[in-house]
């Protein structure tokens, strides 16, 4: 075996660091003596300095394979900054052209180069691998090595290839890192890069810094997060939105509340990306609004908040992007806002794909849950998930322990679902023990005759809310364990059954009930009772209006604005347009009155306003009313705005009425000449004019089968148009 170089005068000599971090030094030595290496180390543990380093000290040219042309970029500026010469680290990828290609490749040759950073899809092309041939390889780092598997949440097909490749160029010592990777990922990335053997290094997953909490996702969620941001004035922070079009909407509220925010997603042009991520490093802006497609990479320690405005599709995912928070040690808070209609949303895109990759999707989506659901110390659930045991009871620094819950005595049901899974021979998961203890004759169930197991049932008088945490508060205890190679199959652990034929106290605390009265396109006002004497008066006041004008009180405000009314208990027209179906040509016409009545209201009644954060609301689909107003000035036929507009025409329709509902006059008489009998039109006209609810049901059943609903709809946005506008 090679002879122990001492390591600290070359990090010294190189880097200009006193000491190693961690394993870093245990790590380089193990490579340097020619060993396959395993390094799982999280984000900011000093990772890249594992390959840097021994590719400066060994013969030839290290191989690096990294995913992002973003992170090579920054990595071989690192690099190339410790030396006086250039040529020292190369990047080889789809964004050089000819010239620098054959600078690369001249480099590498000389020996100057003793990193080259390639993309997988670079390093499996036939003429690199013909170049490569020639070059004596120190290594090969496979950085980012959770990309390999399937399980990992960032899986890449072409790294699949990696080892095939090395095959073909020529055998080396392999080093594969990632700052992610629970029990099933690492056997994965090992088997397919050919190094079951290699030696592990593991570093704790532990951020003591960083503190976790999962809040309710509810209609009021924007004003929540500004609401924080403000509290945190100056601090920079990350948001992370699962799809492209709620970053944009996001950062779109947030500038016009005044925050310096942006929104970065992979959909934008690489220069408005670069520049956003600079803005962002050089604190030109306090707030990125993102996709999962930002962060590999950025190097910013002081990020004190990062926020998931929807759930992540899997715990690693969450992970590696709550650690883009607090890196140099200070304060980070990590708030992820969970609504389980949001899991069912994200289980729905998963149909079109494999089944397989269904499975696994839902396996990490059901972990997820199990995470934000849990009242047990999130720290400790993240850990376990990562294999890594969290001794103490209580972290004080995440919500389930700065307010924990009461505990409950759970050792007859854990006795139920160890005897359970014992009894289907340890070969389901979780979802099928539950509907057995219950005695749920599930198709499945029956079909593997299980419902006629004496087992079967056993649990039917426990509360069945008690199962999902029991297992869950089992599998940290260490009585059940998943399978690694068949993800998700319980096994009985030795402590499992040792607990069955002795068992003992274990106490649990019962999951969260998130309740769902989240709706992702509803009201923007929830969480302040409604006012009913304010309402009643509100309701007055319109009929009475209503009479005098002659027209049906609907048309002046519908009944769910006169509620938001009651609620956020708006006093001047500004105000009044953050109230959902109220335009500025409502507000104008109809408006002052009803915030007279309510400021009124509120000083005979000494009431606060909910005045502390008036949240400025950027109107959403803006651009498409803009088009669709223009469109109907133009007099194009609205099947024709509809087909460019990608809508069908009933969509077009719920558009043009919310445009007329909020008070902007439209004339689609050109359309109703063309496609309606002029009777027909006067009819439908004439029972609005009479009915006193603008209710669709209500008209089809009054005006019978003579007419058809876009008909009648279609007359309706004529008459509100024309009476209320």
């Known amino acids: 075996m090679a002879k122990k170089i001492d390591l600290t005068e070359k990090l010294k000599h190189y880097f200009g660091f006193d000491t190693f971090k961690g394993d870093q030094e245990a790590i380089i030595q193990n490579l340097l003596a020619g060993n396959d290496t395993f390094v799982l180390m999280p984000t900011g543990g000093g990772k890249s300095l594992c390959y840097q380093l021994p590719s400066l000290i060994m013969e030839g040219t290290a191989i690096v394979i990294s995913p992002l042309i973003a992170l090579m970029k920054n990595q071989v500026d690192v690099v190339n900054g410790i030396s006086e010469e250039e040529g020292l680290a190369h990047y080889l990828n789809s964004s050089l052209n000819k010239a620098a290609i054959q600078q690369v490749i001249d480099d590498v040759r000389c020996g100057k180069t003793k990193l080259l950073y390639v993309a997988p899809e670079s390093l499996n092309k036939d003429e690199n691998v013909a170049f490569l041939k020639e070059v004596k390889i120190s290594f090969y780092a496979i950085d980012e090595a959770h990309c390999i598997s399937e399980w990992g949440h960032d899986f890449r097909p072409e790294y699949r290839n990696i080892r095939p490749t090395i095959n073909r160029i020529g055998n080396a010592p392999v080093i594969a890192l990632t700052a992610t990777a629970t029990d099933k990922v690492r056997t994965d990335i090992k088997k397919s890069l050919g190094i079951m053997d290699a030696k592990e290094f593991k570093s704790s997953f532990n951020r003591p810094n960083l503190y976790y909490e999962v809040r309710q996702k509810s209609n009021d969620i924007d004003k929540q997060i500004i609401k924080f941001i403000k509290q945190n004035q100056g601090k920079s922070g990350i948001v992370y939105c699962l799809s492209r079009k709620k970053v944009e909407e996001l950062a779109a509220v947030l500038q016009a509340n005044e925050i310096k925010a942006a929104a970065y997603h992979a959909g934008l042009d690489s220069q408005t990306r670069s520049q956003t991520q600079d803005d962002f490093l050089m ?168 419902h006629l197991l004496e087992e079967f049932g056993a649990g039917e008088d426990e509360d069945p809310k008690i199962w999902n945490p029991v297992i869950r508060q089992a599998l940290i205890a260490g009585y059940l364990k998943k399978d690694v190679e068949n993800y998700g199959l319980l096994k009985v652990t030795s402590a499992g059954k040792k607990f069955i034929k002795n068992p003992k106290s274990f106490m649990i605390v019962e999951d969260t009930d998130f309740k769902d009265d989240y709706d992702d396109e509803g009201s923007e006002a929830t969480g302040s009772a409604l006012d009913p004497a304010l309402y009643s008066m509100l309701k007055d006041l319109r009929k009475n209006m209503a009479r005098k004008m002659e027209v049906p009180p609907y048309v002046i405000f519908q009944d769910p604005s006169l509620e938001q009314m009651a609620t956020m208990f708006p006093i001047t027209l500004q105000e009044l347009q953050n109230i959902q179906g109220v335009g500025a040509g409502k507000a104008k016409r109809y408006g002052q009155p009803f915030c007279d009545l309510i400021r009124r209201h509120c000083e005979e009644n000494d009431i606060e306003r909910p005045e502390e954060l008036r949240v400025r609301t950027v109107a959403k689909k803006s651009m498409l009313k803009v088009k669709i107003i223009q469109s109907i000035d133009r007099q194009v036929a609205l099947d024709d705005i509809a087909n460019a507009q990608g809508l069908d025409f009933s969509e077009l329709l719920d558009e043009v009425e919310a445009i007329v509902y909020s008070g902007t006059k439209l004339n689609i008489d050109y359309f109703l000449d063309e496609v309606m009998d002029e009777d027909h039109v006067d009819d439908i006209y004439e029972y609005f004019r009479e009915s006193d609810t603008d209710s669709l049901d209500a008209a089809m059943e009054e005006l019978g089968s003579d007419y058809s609903e876009d008909e009648i709809r279609l007359v309706r946005i004529k008459f509100l148009s024309e009476m209320a506008n």
């Open 283 to 450: 604190e030109r802006i306090d707030i990125i609004v993102a996709t999962i497609a930002f962060g590999m990479g950025i190097d910013k320690p002081d990020v004190r908040f990062v926020i998931h405005y929807d759930i992540p599709k899997s715990l690693e995912g969450y992970y590696q992007e709550t650690g883009r928070a607090g890196r140099d040690g200070g304060e980070g808070m990590c708030i992820a806002f969970y609504a389980y209609k949001d899991l069912q949303k994200l289980e729905k895109f998963m149909e079109g794909k494999p089944v397989a990759e269904q499975d696994i999707g839902r396996q990490l989506l059901q972990e997820t849950a199990a995470y934000a659901e849990s009242s047990v110390c999130r720290r400790k659930m993240l850990l376990h998930y990562f294999g890594e045991e969290y001794k103490e009871d209580n972290c004080h620094n995440c919500d389930n322990c700065v307010h924990p819950k009461e505990k409950r005595e759970a050792k007859d049901a854990l006795l139920v679902v160890l005897e359970a899974v014992l009894a289907v021979k340890e070969n389901f998961r979780q979802d099928y023990i539950i509907d057995f203890v219950k005695g749920r004759p599930t198709d499945d169930i029956t079909s593997h005759k299980h």
